[in-house]
């Protein structure tokens, strides 16, 4: 059932990333479970998850909706990641084994395509993985786990305005740029271009802010 419930933790988030749940609307297991096509336990059990991800909220008696947040808890979350990943991947340069360059660099080459298609789900998902291998690299599990959580509290809030005006093509070259820095083991290339890449995508999902 576990596999099950991950399958329907991927389908949920995905289905509010591209919008097809939408913020203000109330969400019962059951509908979502016939939305997606998959049984009402897991669905559930994968809500429940989503909640206490801070990712839903529940509505008494009625359902769950996605939480939204304001610009100001953006800035917060970005102000976290980036005292917690910038340093971090500073003592990941010249630290990046030859066995996982491999699969970085089509990581990369997976964003650009889909940045070009426009497929929104599978540059995320890339991109939630280049991200989090690169972390792993530095040897801390609880930081992996944290920012992956805070990223998605993010991605899920407005990464549909990444997709317009060119913005996931942008998105996608950066990390080409930062993998290269890692490689070179150049950490202050690699620090400047985290923080870029951090204020450019704090400042796509917050245009007004």
Not at 75 to 91: D, F, G, S, T
Not at 150 to 172: C, F, I, N, P, V
Request: charge should be negative; aromatic fraction near 4%.
């Amino acid at each position: 059932m576990s596999s099950l419930r991950e399958q329907a933790h991927r389908m949920i988030r995905t289905a509010v990333v591209t919008g097809e749940i939408r913020p203000g609307r109330i969400y019962s297991a059951l509908q979502l479970a016939a939305q997606l096509g998959v049984s009402v336990t897991p669905v559930r059990e994968a809500m429940l998850e989503l909640v206490r991800e801070g990712l839903l909220e529940p509505v008494r008696n009625r359902g769950y909706r996605v939480v939204e947040l304001a610009d100001a808890d953006i800035a917060e979350i970005y102000e976290i990641r980036e005292l917690l990943e910038v340093p971090a991947l500073i003592r990941v340069a010249g630290r990046v084994p030859a066995a996982e360059e491999p699969r970085l660099r089509a990581l990369v080459a997976t964003m650009q395509r889909a940045a070009d298609d426009g497929d929104l789900p599978t540059f995320l998902e890339a991109d939630r993985d280049f991200h989090l291998t690169l972390l792993a690299l530095a040897g801390n599990r609880r930081l992996v786990e944290m920012v992956g959580l805070l990223r998605d509290q993010t991605r899920l809030y407005g990464a549909g305005q990444l997709a317009h005006g060119g913005g996931l093509r942008d998105s996608a070259d950066q990390h080409a740029g930062l993998l290269d820095a890692l490689l070179a083991g150049d950490g202050e290339r690699a620090r400047d271009l985290m923080h870029e890449h951090l204020v450019y995508t704090h400042d796509v999902l917050t245009p007004d802010s």
